[in-house]
């Protein structure tokens, strides 16, 4: 079975400054899918960015962008210039390739954007 | 707006008792997924339909069961609730080989 780890709970960055959110994941997949998603305190669950695991290029969506490390099986999330509006739960999701929508998901964590 | 609706808001019901939740998906999307998020925890997939049929199912029991309808509407029933049936349930629709969008999700509080 696939699990999706986040080991920080809780991140605090500095408006305008970077912060980097982590995930490693366990599969014997080779073809699949990570995610990002964003849930603010309205509790709709938005997706920030998305890498396919045959691109070798790391994703990238504005202030966005990830660091894709298949072999160590690891997906970090970098915001730049962070906002206030960035303040919210951080997930990463795991779904395997032909597996409809069946997202695995990790504990999240929580970043807080200071003024 | 994703166009994914949920209702309703919020409810309360007590042990042993049923619930129906229901999910309004976006326009052109035929699969809809449901998630159980418990309190300070990421979501759990439930299971998915697929133009009506159930077509993968999570690790939950028998009496989480749920409908697809024509117009790719979809409800999700949980009978004889327990306590820990307490959580958000997350609805999300989505077009063939694209990301899926979520509603704002239906809290359900079990006394």
């Known amino acids: 079975a696939q699990t999706v780890t986040q080991s920080q709970p809780e991140m605090s960055v500095q408006e305008a400054e970077t912060v980097t959110l982590s995930c490693t994941y366990d599969?014997?997949?080779?073809?699949?899918?990570l995610f990002w998603y964003k849930q603010p305190p309205s509790r709709q669950m938005i997706l920030v960015i998305r890498q396919e695991a045959y691109k070798q290029q790391n994703a990238t969506e504005n202030r966005f962008s990830v660091n894709f490390q298949k072999a160590a099986k690891s997906f970090s999330l970098k915001i730049s210039d962070s906002q206030l509006g960035d303040a919210a739960m951080y997930f990463c999701a795991y779904r395997r390739n032909n597996a409809g929508n069946m997202l695995t998901f990790g504990g999240g964590t929580r970043l807080m954007v200071k003024p | 707006e994703t166009g994914v609706t949920q209702s309703p808001t919020h409810l309360i019901k007590t042990r042993g008792q049923q619930v129906t939740l229901r999910c309004s998906s976006q326009s052109g999307h035929n699969t809809v997924s449901w998630y159980q998020q418990a309190l300070g925890q990421g979501p759990q997939f439930i299971f998915q339909?697929?133009?009506?049929?159930?077509?993968g199912r999570g690790n939950f029991p028998p009496r989480f069961s749920g409908l697809q309808f024509p117009n790719y509407s979809s409800e999700l029933n949980v009978n004889a609730l327990e306590l820990d049936d307490s959580a958000l349930y997350l609805c999300?629709?989505?077009?063939?080989?694209?990301?899926?969008?979520f509603g704002d999700g239906t809290r359900l509080s079990i006394l």
């Open positions: 599969t014997s997949e080779s073809d699949y899918y």
């Open positions: 999300a629709s989505s077009a063939p080989d694209q990301p899926q969008h």
């Open positions: 339909y697929y133009r009506e049929e159930e077509n």
